[in-house]
């Protein structure tokens, strides 16, 4: 079983930042695919940034060069810088490891930008 624990939420101004993290523990296999995704009230939880143990991301389109994820394999690790916020990314944030078999979720954390 894999847990996962994030941190970094919270209240930002527009044009603000927040840097969310998010730590993997248990049993994970050592290629893997970790990220994040969001989920806005009365939407559908949608791709926000993945990464794979080779570093190879990718980004919805929405992200737009603001966002910006890395990860450090050796601790099972992965951030999520967020520049210039707006209140449309106001949602609840997961983090996700993905592995040959099963996507593990984490518990989410709100991030709220007012309008």
């Known amino acids: 079983q894999v847990q996962l624990v994030e941190s970094g939420g919270g209240l930002v101004q527009p044009g603000g930042s927040l840097r969310l993290s998010c730590a993997a523990s248990g049993s994970i296999f050592a290629i893997n695919v970790m990220g994040w995704y969001r989920q806005a009230p009365g939407k559908q939880r949608e791709l926000v940034a993945t990464?794979?143990?080779?570093?190879?991301?990718t980004y919805a389109l929405f992200v737009k060069g603001r966002f910006t994820i890395s990860r450090d394999n050796a601790k099972n690790t992965v951030h999520l810088q967020m520049n210039s916020l707006n209140a449309e990314d106001t949602a609840v944030y997961y983090c996700?490891?993905?592995?040959?078999?099963?996507?593990?979720w984490g518990q989410g954390t709100q991030v709220t930008v007012p309008s």
């Open positions: 996700l490891l993905r592995d040959r078999k099963t996507d593990y």
């Open positions: 990464m794979t143990t080779g570093r190879t991301t």
